[in-house]
């Protein structure tokens, strides 16, 4: 199979696209820019889903559903939003089509809407106006809702997963009473997204706030996650946004206070996409295919009963079926959701062992395990994980007495080791740049002022000192193509002087190219 996936260090953007497509988690839709989630990428999304909802749900927050389509007026009346989001609208003009005889399907022009509808790129706006209605007085807040959905933003370039017209994700929006308390929730919120990348995708993310050029448009701030992937790129992976009351405001949300004066509601929202299916992709896998956490596996364990017929393989299958059964059964905790170990026998004969051992590595299951007729004399079997590929990652003379218990801690112990394996190469590829000179080396572009030519371990997360200016901040990404992708809660503090302006400097920020 790793002969139908490009090498990472030849061409990492087709790596990418081969992995996606020859897993099986998604294909290109003949609906420009947009793509189907295949069963595989689905189960996935839908494991995150899970992991998400029960810490959204831990944290007091509930679900509800609003409307696709939002009234042109209501996007318009919170003017940054309008001005942050026009140029990716899809817009609904008409309600009807007219099937003439003789003629092609066609928009019949009498049919105009009385107001245009915007195809939601977000939701704030359709929600507030809902607030408007909910909230009349402190004891409705705070009020925590959060929306499974599609959004669709007219993306000129798109990318499986990374950048798509049409996307899955959740939004959070809140509203509360003071100021105090949305800050809090804002915080709280990036640090539950911190949870499920660190401890679910085992992805080490930096924390902190976006620079004003790369918030939300409406927001007061907006915090983020920030993962480094492979190839040194940065990958935003969730946000949490703090929008003071300007969609209050905006949607005359108003509530009666405990002293019974009247104040506009404040708010923020917070999100995560099928984005991160990108990330987990370009976080873990390797030139074999696909490598997923185990937590966010759909199937952590797959058993290969061997033999060459079937006299030879009929022990073996009772064998692969006494172990799955072993391992459904063990107990339920909160590392697999409190759902069983998933595992799937795989008794197809028409294949040849090797072909589907290759299979089972590019589709990322997590654990392998082979039970042969010469491990049956022994009463053990072989027990491979996907992380360590070839020889290395396998385990010979498992007894079957213990394989459920070895395969449980191993599957734990693969959540670690990968989690370690990325925040080793990040760290290692985290440098300080302290003149312009030491900048230009670690970002440098063509005559044409496109990338340079780069292997794939030249990028890297790059801390320097920036004065806080929007220009300064512009200028970088005209002349270098980086973006300060983070100014992060825990990073190096000293105050110094711009490489770029020589103005002062509160502290280092993150830069760097990014998806």
């Known amino acids: 199979m790793a002969e139908k996936i490009t090498a990472r260090a030849k061409n990492y953007p087709e790596w990418y696209l081969n992995v996606v497509k020859e897993a099986g988690l998604a ?21 995150m889903q899970r992991g998400l909802d029960k ?5 007091g927050h509930v679900n509800a ?3 696709l389509f939002i009234p042109m007026s209501y996007l318009a009346k919170e003017e940054e939003m309008a001005e942050g989001f026009a140029k990716e609208c899809a817009v609904v003009t008409h309600y009807r089509l007219k099937a003439e005889k003789g003629k092609p399907l066609h928009v019949d022009p009498t049919a105009e809407l009385e107001e245009p509808l915007i195809v939601r790129p977000t939701s704030e706006t359709i929600i507030w106006k809902s607030y408007k209605e909910w909230i009349q007085s402190y004891t409705d807040l705070p009020l925590l809702i959060n929306q499974w959905c599609n959004v669709v933003r007219w993306e000129m370039r798109t990318r499986l997963f990374l950048r798509t017209a049409e996307f899955l994700w959740q939004e959070g929006h809140t509203a509360h009473a003071t100021s105090k308390e949305a800050e809090e929730e804002t915080h709280r919120m990036v640090n539950v997204y911190r949870t499920f990348a660190e401890e679910y995708m085992a992805m080490p993310v930096l924390v902190g706030p976006k620079s004003d050029g790369q918030k939300f448009p409406g927001a007061i701030y907006t915090l983020c996650i920030e993962a480094m992937m492979q190839d040194g790129k940065a990958l935003q992976a969730g946000t949490s946004h703090f929008l003071g009351q300007n969609f209050a405001k905006a949607f005359d949300v108003k509530f009666t206070t405990q002293d019974n004066k009247k104040e506009f509601a404040w708010a923020t929202s917070w999100g995560v996409s099928t984005r991160l299916i990108g990330g987990l992709i370009m976080t873990h896998s390797d ?13 952590h364990v797959v058993i290969c009963p061997l033999g060459r017929n079937e006299a030879e393989r009929a022990p073996c299958l009772a064998a692969a079926e006494k172990l799955a059964a072993e391992l459904r059964d063990l107990p339920r905790n909160e590392f697999f959701g409190y759902e069983p170990i998933s595992v799937k026998i795989d008794n197809d004969m028409k294949n040849a062992p090797g072909y589907r051992f290759a299979e089972y590595e590019l589709r990322g299951v ?3 395990v082979e039970i042969g007729p010469k491990d049956m004399e022994k009463s053990a079997c072989v027990v491979a994980r996907r992380d360590v590929p070839g020889k290395e990652g396998k385990t010979m003379g498992v007894p079957m007495s213990g394989a459920a218990a070895h395969i449980d801690g191993l599957l734990r112990d693969i959540q670690k080791a990968l989690f370690d394996r990325a925040k080793k190469m990040r760290d290692s590829r985290t440098v300080t740049a302290n003149t312009l000179d030491e900048f230009k080396a670690l970002f440098p572009v063509n005559a044409d002022g496109e990338d340079g030519e780069l292997s794939l371990d030249s990028l890297k997360f790059v801390y320097a000192h920036w004065d806080g200016t929007r220009e300064t901040e512009d200028r970088v990404q005209k002349e270098f193509k980086a973006t300060i992708r983070c100014i992060p809660f825990d990073g190096p503090a000293e105050p110094g002087t711009c490489i770029f302006s020589g103005q002062p400097s509160a502290k280092r920020v993150v830069f760097a190219r990014a998806y």
């Open 65 to 67: 559903y609003f409307p």
């Open 366 to 368: 997590p654990v392998r």
């Open 55 to 59: 810490l959204f749900k831990d944290t």
């Open 287 to 299: 030139d074999n295919g696909l490598v997923i956490p185990p937590r966010l596996a759909p199937t």
């Open 27 to 47: 294909a290109n839709s003949d609906v420009r820019g947009c793509m189907v989630i295949k069963p595989t990428g689905y189960a996935v999304w839908e494991k």
